[in-house]
């Protein structure tokens, strides 16, 4: 779900808290040096993403936010926020020369710069957040 988030709204709060869990405490998010990534450019993204966007001409930047039970993805278009929500057992992300996220029929693609690069070790977090995710619901492979 995509939700427009440039305002405080505390429903808007309320359900993102539900959907994807409360934010980080302040000692777990030093003891995980950090919660979110740096501004990233939203290279490539489905056509039902593409109204969330600046013109062609105009980068537009997203960021990830690390939640116990999703993330958050923060679409930064002009004056306007927009963020989306997705649970861990939405998430879906593919890793070549960039990184790809889908999820809900949808998916962004962010590109390979500076600030990639430097958000090596936040994807590293995040794919330990999913894979400890998966583990704590796998019901499959119990004994």
Not at 64 to 92: A, C, D, H
């Amino acid at each position: 779900m995509i939700l427009e988030t440039s305002h405080k709204n505390k429903d808007i709060s309320l359900l993102i808290n539900d959907v994807v869990g409360k934010p980080f405490s302040f000692i777990k998010t030093i003891k995980m040096k950090g919660c979110t990534s740096k501004k990233m450019i939203i290279e490539d993204s489905s056509p039902n993403l593409k109204a969330y966007q600046n013109r062609a001409i105009d980068a537009t930047f997203a960021n990830i936010e690390l939640r116990p039970l999703g993330i958050l993805i923060r679409i930064i278009k002009g004056l306007s926020n927009f963020t989306w929500v997705i649970p861990y057992y939405q998430l879906v992300i593919y890793k070549s020369n960039s990184n790809h996220i889908y999820s809900q029929g949808r998916f962004i693609r962010f590109g390979v710069d500076k600030n990639f690069k430097e958000n090596k070790d936040f994807f590293d977090k995040l794919f330990i957040q999913k894979a400890n995710y998966k583990a704590k619901y796998d019901f499959l492979n119990f004994k």
